[in-house]
């Protein structure tokens, strides 16, 4: 979370004077489809639908693309596991593949990970850093799969011109605490194509064939679930959604002073970057993981291979391909052996052990930047 305030604080008030918290209530044209309009104006984007998760918006954007039992989707090995489990919602499995030093999917790893049965990638752009979507959109032609970018983590990042998220078949953001925009808990489901915005519009809202909006849709409804978010979220999302290009703009020019500061020394390598002009994040590649791990040490960091969650050995009950059901387990559906092993990608456990993401100050002055990144050199 960088900035909230005073704005999102009166838009709430009026959602909760207005006694009226849900989007769906007889009367549309409150806060959360006014997001929605503006999310698409600023995205160039056709269409972008509010859930109450990323991990939902990822599980509608599949849902509408039809994928199902049997289809493998090809996700990064450092990622949230969300993004892995994703597929297994609607009844897919995922196949992991490596990330290069960029820290998103390779591209090169993706081909090799394909088989008759992958219907789907999903690349991620991981902090902020956006993937190389020529490369994977090309690929994705070539071997006609769907492409749902998972824009999660780099919500308003730019990749030479497009932002993330709007460049795939669908594309989605969260807005949890932790992202560049926020309302606590939230998601968003972005696609230019019409088709697929109705299927999601479906399966978030338990099928949406109840709605005054119903009469629009020309797909056969089918059942869905309830991933609808209050006018609360919407209020403070429309608000946020004012800051991004704020605070997009702030990282920008302290991650330029940083590279500026390293490029000095020589010393330190950059992750390298689809498309520099626009980066906003800074993490730094070592030759070897010794040297990344005395770095952290002394500047009190650590290394990507530790954050937790994020790196495919440490994901357990996907590894173990576990489900609440034993019926309603989507590895019994693929249709190959699908196998997990501690080493399957092997370069990204390498990759991970040798980088460090530093964070990029918001909101500080020119000298206030870089002082702090003087002393990450020191
Ligand atoms: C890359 C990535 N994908 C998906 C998600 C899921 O988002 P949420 O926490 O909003 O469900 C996250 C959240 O941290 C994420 O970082």
Not at 192 to 197: F, I
Not at 208 to 228: D, L
Not at 232 to 240: D, K, R
């Amino acid at each position: 979370m960088y900035d909230i305030g005073q704005a999102e604080i009166e838009a709430v008030t009026k959602v909760l004077t207005s006694k009226q918290f849900m989007r769906y209530r007889g009367g549309e044209g409150g806060y959360t489809e006014q997001f929605e309009k503006a999310l698409q104006d600023k995205f160039q984007v056709r269409h972008a639908l509010t859930v109450n998760s990323g991990t939902s918006a990822l599980i509608c954007a599949l849902a509408a693309m039809g994928i199902g039992p049997g289809d493998e989707v090809i996700v990064p090995a450092y990622t949230w596991v969300a993004t892995a489990m994703a597929p297994l919602a609607v009844g897919a499995v995922p196949v992991m593949a490596d990330i290069d030093e960029s820290l998103t999917i390779d591209p090169e790893d993706i081909e090799r990970k394909i088989t008759p049965y992958t219907k789907a990638i999903i690349p991620v752009h991981m902090i902020n850093q956006p993937c190389n979507m020529d490369a994977i959109m090309a690929i994705a032609k070539k071997h006609h799969l769907l492409v749902c970018e998972d824009a999660c983590q780099a919500c308003g990042v730019s990749y030479h011109g497009k932002r993330v998220g709007t460049i795939g078949h669908t594309g989605t953001l969260s807005f949890n605490q932790f992202k560049n925009i926020t309302c606590g808990e939230g998601g968003a489901v972005l696609t230019n194509d019409e088709r697929y915005y109705e299927r999601a519009l479906m399966y978030h809202d338990a099928g949406c064939f109840t709605r005054s909006h119903a009469s629009t849709i020309k797909e056969p409804f089918f059942p869905g679930v309830n991933y609808r978010v209050s006018e609360i979220q919407g209020a403070i999302m429309f608000e946020q959604l004012k800051r991004l290009d704020g605070i997009l703009d702030n990282l920008k020019a302290s991650r330029k002073i940083m590279a500026q500061v390293f490029a000095k020394t020589g010393q330190f390598r950059p992750a390298p970057h689809h498309d520099e002009a626009s980066a906003v994040n800074m993490s730094i590649i070592f030759p070897e993981a010794a040297s990344a791990k005395a770095y952290a040490e002394k500047h009190h960091l650590s290394p990507i291979s530790e954050s937790g969650r994020h790196v495919y050995t440490n994901w357990e009950p996907l590894l173990e391909q576990r489900a609440f059901h034993p019926k309603m387990n989507p590895f019994a559906w693929a249709q190959r052996k699908i196998e997990y092993t501690p080493g399957m990608c092997q370069k990204t456990l390498d990759i991970v052990a040798r980088a460090i993401n530093l964070g990029v100050p918001y909101n500080v002055t020119p000298e206030a930047a870089r002082a702090g990144a003087e002393k990450l050199i020191s």
